[in-house]
């Protein structure tokens, strides 16, 4: 197996210079290069601002919730995504508990 070791940030990087006040005169915002790399409508798509996590059609919901140590133990031994597994047994317990 290679060792791979990262590069010395104190060394400078002949790959990716910093750049000098010279550099940030001569350089043009995205919205002038992009259109001339890519098509105007793939440039307008590549600049639009894209925040966050994409909106679910179920949002979760953010709740504190108290339980027995040992129910948390059984789900968490299972490994990851227990919460998903617990969120989903509470739905099949739904199923046959739901008062009219």
Do not use: C, Y
Request: no cysteine; net charge positive; proline share 9%.
């Amino acid at each position: 197996m290679v060792e791979q070791h990262r590069p010395d940030p104190t060394l400078p990087d002949a790959d990716n210079p910093e750049w000098t006040a010279d550099d940030f005169a001569k350089a043009k915002p995205a919205s002038e290069v992009l259109p001339k790399l890519f098509s105007a409508a793939m440039a307008a798509e590549m600049l639009r601002p894209k925040r966050g996590r994409p909106v679910s059609a179920s949002p979760k919901m953010h709740i504190n919730l108290r339980l027995d140590a040992d129910v948390v133990t059984a789900f968490q031994t299972t490994g990851r995504g227990w919460q998903t597994r617990l969120n989903t047994a509470l739905k099949d317990w739904l199923k046959t508990h739901r008062s009219a």
